[in-house]
């Protein structure tokens, strides 16, 4: 059985949202990160979340669904560093599901089928709806090595258009993939479901 753990990226800092989104309730009262760590953690039981140095609320929230918890020092440089702290974390695994905390909507289902795909032999894997790429990204360990150097906010796009690196590319009915959080307008919006 190979081993393929979650990465929740937590470390933004929410500055176009005016606070800490991630704390922001949906409609059920039950905050928009722990939606995202809900669904992530129903796919993959090992689940660890990245979060700033600063966000002791947001850590407490996230280590009371489960889920392991990593602070990323330099967050205020970009997601890169946040990808590399997540890598570095999760030790000697077959790869990782790496998940964007301001994306409540991501069916587990998908989040499945991007591990299953890591889990079956892909180097990279990736959801597609409608033809457009989303999220969360799977990726085998021997990129690892790759993303434990990443900086700025550039994040691992670089990698998913290298020739030299098998993409898998996985079609799903499932539009969660493509929808983020930036705003309160944004969050008023979002249809409420999540794994328990």
């Known amino acids: 059985m190979r081993r393929i753990v979650g990465v929740l ?19 059920d009262g039950m905050p928009l990160g722990v939606h995202a760590a809900k669904n992530l953690r129903h796919a993959l039981p090992e689940t660890l979340a990245v979060v700033r140095d600063e966000n002791d609320e947001l850590a407490q929230v ?29 030790g000697e695994v077959d790869g990782a599901v790496i998940a964007l905390a301001d994306m409540p909507c991501v069916l587990p289902e998908t989040i499945a089928q991007v591990a299953g795909a890591i889990a079956d032999g892909a180097i990279l894997a990736a959801p597609y709806y ?10 085998a360990r021997s990129v690892f090595p790759i993303l434990s150097r990443l900086t700025g906010d550039q994040g691992a796009r670089d990698l998913l258009t290298r020739a030299d690196v098998t993409f898998e590319r996985l079609e799903v009915d499932d539009p969660g993939i493509l929808r983020d959080i930036d705003s309160g307008h944004d969050l008023a919006v979002v ?4 794994q328990e």
């Open 130 to 139: 409608r033809g457009r790429r989303g999220h969360p990204v799977g990726f």
């Open 9 to 27: 990226l937590a470390a933004g800092a929410s500055t176009r949202f005016g606070s800490n989104k991630l704390l922001a309730p949906l409609a």
């Open 191 to 194: 249809p409420v479901s999540v």
């Open 62 to 90: 996230l280590r009371a669904q489960g889920l392991g918890i990593v602070v990323n020092p330099r967050a205020g440089a970009g997601i890169g560093t946040s990808i590399a702290s997540g890598i570095a974390a999760i």
